[in-house]
């Protein structure tokens, strides 16, 4: 064999050599791993949506995975503060985040965002989805969607509505509502859901939209009256309540969904294995129940389905928060 044909034969052992090296290398590193606790980080306060999210699903995620995870609660800043921690963490798979739908919002929402959603964020797959629901002041004189509009649109800037803060999901929610109704409402920002629901049982703001789940005691209790769920679909626990769209407005539809991510860069076998133990622990027949019971349906995905669902609701979201100038600033 002549020397010039030498030299590209040798080459591609090499090539080949270090691709087996490596291959060799990330298996033995998924295998390993986690020698450690999992970090989850939940950028809001305890007791929110995301944060029940994340206590539901870390126990059996851990036995899955078959190591430890534990919550860290970083809130600010519409959930940017912790993202933005989990973006800068070591790509290692130590440090992983949880948030909702505003993982899609918020780039829109803010002029100068501390992390790139889509370039800094390796998502590891979807979790859940939840729903809000459209509660009115029970003086309030409708009695569904479709006199709630009437009402608003013979009344305008009469009638207000509460949400747990500018750019939050309950924000959102009644903004979408507007776009697709026609109506305008006006925008009263609390610092939580909470004391939103209690100034619209009080009558300080005519309707808001919670969580389905914070709602419902209060809805059952009768302090509350639901004129419809935001999902596509009827919820479990309030079975009698319809969507939105059946209710009088076709074409509304809103879902809080939520995603779980690592920092760019960390290595795919461990993005794979924290995938598939994802996955097998949102099948368990035990997880499903408990996650019912707070109004959660699990949506179990790969990592690209993940990305693709935040690459595709982010356009759809700028296009709204610029047509009606929201804000969270």
Known sequence: MTPSLRWPTLARRVAATAALVLCTTTAALAQAYPAKAVKLVVPYAPGGSADIAAR???????????GSLFIENKGGAGGNIGVDMVAKAQPDGYTIGLQTVSLA???????KMPYDTLKDLAPIGMVASSQHVLVV???LPAKNVRELIALLKAKPGQYSYGSA?????????????????????VHIPYRGGGPAMIDTMSGQ?????????????HVQAGKLRALGVTGTKRSALMPDVPTIAEAGLPGYAFETWFIVFAPAGTPKPIIDKL?????????????????????????PSTPEQARARLEAEMPQWAKLIQERGITAE
């Open 275 to 299: 995938n598939a133990t994802l996955n097998q622990a949102l099948n368990t027949p035990a997880l499903k129940e408990r996650m019912a019971k707070d109004g959660f349906d699990p949506i």
């Open 137 to 139: 002041n029970n003086a």
């Open 56 to 66: 539901l699903i870390t126990d059996e995620w851990a036995k899955a995975l078959g």
């Open 165 to 185: 803060g500018a750019g939050s999901t309950f924000h959102m929610s009644a903004e979408l509502f507007k776009a697709v109704a026609g109506t305008p409402i």
């Open 205 to 217: 703001v005519a309707l808001s939209f919670p969580v389905l789940s914070a709602a419902q005691p």
């Open 105 to 111: 919002i918020n780039p829109s929402l803010t002029s």
